[in-house]
């Protein structure tokens, strides 16, 4: 099994380009989650999908993030227009409802996003 | 609150235990877990223990849980350099949304 694919692994970008990341889960899961890990405020849940559809995301910080998971092995996080402050490195994790594990959330490498 | 506290950081020598502690919120979450991330790394699962359980041991690792207190720690036995990293807790409240500790940073002092 390939683990959670994320891409870009890096991202260099000026303010105001609209900036997107990819996820393509572990084949079979089917809850992703997207987070957002800073220094000063650690790991923060953006928004989590079950079977594809939106559970939660009252973690977005604002209107100009969005997700969207088009089918079950594919999601993208789209920041439009960037600012700085959303620099950080943005982890999807996938899990399987059923089964044994515990709801274990399996952690992708992560985007590296730098907003100048 | 629903903050999750860990402190942040431990030093350790080479061949010591290291005990990484975490103060949990939900009396109710069904599941704790620690996970581990390297520098520059995603987050990998450690382990995990189930919330009817008081104590699991796997290898060097063993995770004590006090309910009562709402107390996890995670204590790795015979310290080496390759386990210095960010530990993080996290609890799973029933439903899938985990909610993450702050991380503590272990250092093992060669």
């Known amino acids: 099994d390939a683990g959670v694919i994320q891409s870009p692994r890096h991202e260099v970008t000026e303010m105001g380009q609209e900036v997107t990341l990819r996820c393509k889960p572990i084949?079979?899961?089917?809850?992703l989650f997207w987070y957002r890990q800073t220094m000063m405020r650690g790991l923060e849940l953006l928004i989590y999908?079950?079977?594809?559809?939106?559970?939660?995301d009252s973690g977005m910080p604002e209107d100009r993030f969005s997700a969207k998971m088009p089918n079950a092995s594919f999601s993208t996080l789209k920041i439009q227009p960037s600012e700085p402050r959303d620099s950080a490195v943005y982890f999807c994790?996938?899990?399987?409802?059923?089964?044994?594990?515990?709801?274990?959330?399996?952690f992708g490498p992560g985007t590296r996003l730098l907003v100048l | 609150g629903e903050d999750v506290e860990q402190s942040l950081f431990l030093s350790v020598r080479e061949g010591d235990s290291s005990v990484i502690n975490c103060t949990y919120t939900?009396?109710?979450?069904?599941?704790l877990y620690w996970y581990k991330q390297e520098p520059g790394a995603g987050l990998q699962l450690l382990t995990y223990?189930?919330?009817?359980?008081d104590m699991k041991q796997d290898q060097r690792l063993t995770v004590l849980l006090n309910k009562k207190d709402k107390h996890l720690s995670l204590r790795i036995a015979d310290t080496q350099t390759g386990d210095s990293a960010i530990y993080f807790c996290?609890?799973?409240?029933?439903?899938?949304?985990?909610?993450f500790g702050t991380g503590t940073r272990l250092k093992v002092l060669a």
């Open positions: 084949s079979g899961h089917d809850y």
């Open positions: 939900d009396s109710s979450s069904t599941y």
């Open positions: 996290a609890e799973s409240r029933g439903t899938y949304k985990y909610i």
């Open positions: 223990i189930f919330s009817n359980m």
């Open positions: 994790a996938s899990s399987l409802a059923a089964g044994g594990g515990g709801k274990t959330q399996y």
């Open positions: 999908f079950n079977n594809n559809v939106p559970i939660d």
